[in-house]
């Protein structure tokens, strides 16, 4: 299994990036999928869930309404778009993928490498 997550960068404060995480190697219609963060110096946290088919998310209660989490299945793909971005969004954001039909904060079976997301103030 591989995700491979792209679309970091440096942004303004304010500013948007959209997140990509292509998947391969598992049938993903079967996993649900998440996004987590590392900021420099603070453990890992769940930051948005979607299960398999795509009706149900989740969020951390920091990013409700500036983040969107996403998915298409017949491209194995899953998307972050976060808008009004803020400083402290500042991290390495990984994608994770859970054989679960629940979106779960913890428990993910597969990881992708992370992609840093640098806001600037």
């Known amino acids: 299994v591989q995700l491979q997550a792209s679309g970091g960068g440096l942004v303004q404060a304010g500013g948007s990036l959209r997140l990509s995480c292509a998947a391969s190697?598992?049938?993903?219609?079967?996993?649900?999928m998440g996004w987590f963060r590392q900021a420099p110096g603070k453990e890992r946290e769940f930051v948005a869930g979607?299960?398999?088919?795509?009706?149900?998310?989740r969020y951390v209660d920091s990013v409700k309404g500036r983040f969107t989490i996403s998915r298409d299945n017949a491209k194995n793909t899953v998307w972050l778009q976060m808008n009004s971005l803020k400083p402290e969004d500042t991290a390495v954001y990984y994608c994770?993928?859970?054989?679960?039909?629940?979106?779960?904060?913890?428990?993910?079976?597969?990881w992708g490498q992370g992609t840093l997301v640098t806001v600037s103030s």
């Open positions: 994770a993928a859970d054989r679960s039909a629940l979106v779960q904060v913890t428990g993910y079976d597969y």
């Open positions: 190697g598992l049938t993903f219609s079967w996993y649900s």
């Open positions: 979607i299960n398999g088919v795509g009706r149900n998310t």
